[in-house]
């Protein structure tokens, strides 16, 4: 993973609305036969999102830097594999940054301002995240804006 992803501009993606308390969007950042991903995952009940996911303007900060407690989630995923299913090669959560939610009805509407992100390890019983290595990256700029599916 690059240290530093840069000014991304808009990224095209898919948004999706499996569950009202869970809106979740994934962006593929290469076109490599294992890509790059980000997401940005919203939890009803959980850090900003504690009484429900809204628009608004959010920092990275808190419960969002746990993924067991983070009601906003931003993680980039590397060497995504798209087609068999197994692990990322690597798990990146943020550290830091802001979160500008405009829209969450009928397409989702956000841009991503200097994010930094750390690797990490997601326990799959507990979802307790942690930090690993000094492996760091950063997204500048980052927009979106797709149809809710």
């Known amino acids: 993973m690059a ?8 990224v095209s993606g898919q948004a999706s609305l499996p569950d009202p308390a869970y809106l979740n969007w994934v962006g593929l950042l290469n076109a490599d036969v294992k890509p790059d991903a980000i997401t940005v995952e919203f939890y009803a009940g959980y850090g900003v999102f504690a009484g429900g996911i809204a ?4 920092s990275i900060n808190g419960d969002e830097l746990q993924y067991a407690t983070c009601g906003l989630c931003v993680l980039v ?17 943020a550290t830091g940054g802001q979160v500008d939610v405009t829209s969450v009805v009928g397409n989702l509407t956000l841009s991503l301002s200097n994010v930094t992100f750390h690797k990490i390890t997601i326990d799959p019983v507990t979802f307790v995240s942690t930090p690993v290595g000094a492996c760091t990256t950063q997204v500048t700029s980052l927009t979106v804006n797709d149809p809710i599916l």
């Open 77 to 93: 995923y590397g060497d995504v594999d798209t087609v068999g299913g197994t692990p990322p090669g690597a798990i990146y959560m």
């Open 55 to 58: 628009s608004g303007t959010y």
């Open 3 to 10: 240290s530093g992803l840069g000014d991304l501009g808009m």
